[in-house]
């Protein structure tokens, strides 16, 4: 785990992958305890640490975050992302090549909680979320793309059920692309860059995390 910035407020770090952001039925330690217990100890506070989750990350994706070290910081964190007001830049490699260089993308997001699964639905399914984001391709190579995405709004599993449902799912994906993908490959998909307004100071402040050095992301 990266720390990028941090003040009074605000703390921007870098999420390793293959941990989960909160608790969840794995039992195993998450990004928000860690977090919680590293401020504990650096700042020698006692009794329990504040720190609020305004967005979140899949567990096997990796990549920049943002938490609140207030309430009220998380109460105005939590409003740009609702406005899309907070800037966030994913970079995924895919297989295949999409057909447009660059598009927006409109669907119908279901999501079947017994599974933990996402499908693309018709805009007439009763429990249909629209999804929206924005892509383009930044380069091409033995069959694979590296594509940056600009959320729209923020469905879970959004980007990998939208690429896929495009033909181009993630490298590496193992829920929305198993018939690319081979057991053990790690998604790649990155939170790349995200940029907030300061809910305080009210100047803007833009984190980016590097991409990870291992294939496919090294292949250019």
């Known amino acids: 785990m990266y720390q990028y910035y941090e003040d009074n407020h605000l703390l ?3 999420k390793p992958v293959n941990i989960p952001v909160q608790e969840d039925q794995s039992g195993d330690k998450d990004l928000l305890t860690y977090l919680k217990e590293d401020i504990k100890y650096r700042y020698q506070k006692p009794g ?4 609020g989750l305004v967005h979140r990350l899949d567990r096997p994706v990796g990549g920049t975050m943002v938490f609140a070290k207030t309430s009220k910081v998380a109460s105005r964190l939590s409003d740009q992302v609702r406005r899309n007001a907070m ?5 995924a490699v895919v297989n295949g090549k999409p057909g447009q260089a660059s598009n927006r993308l409109v669907d119908y997001l279901y999501k079947n909680r017994q599974k933990n699964k996402v499908s693309i639905v018709s805009e007439h399914h009763k429990e249909g979320k629209k999804a929206v984001l924005d892509y383009s391709v930044s380069a091409s190579k033995d069959g694979l793309s590296l594509v940056s995405v600009q959320l729209q709004t923020g469905r879970p599993h959004q ?3 939208q690429l896929a449902g495009l033909g181009t799912p993630i490298w590496g994906d ?3 692309g198993e018939q690319y993908s081979k057991v053990g490959q790690q998604i790649a998909l990155w939170a790349h860059s995200l940029t907030l307004h300061h809910p305080v100071q009210k100047t803007p402040i833009t984190v980016a ?3 990870p050095e291992a294939y496919p992301w090294n292949i250019w």
Not at 48 to 51: A, E, K, R
Request: aromatic residues 14%; glycine residues 0%.
């Open 12 to 14: 921007l770090v870098q």
């Open 48 to 51: 329990n640490v504040y720190l």
């Open 87 to 91: 800037e966030r830049t994913y970079l």
């Open 159 to 161: 980007i990998r059920v």
């Open 174 to 176: 193992q829920k929305y």
């Open 209 to 211: 995390s590097p991409l």
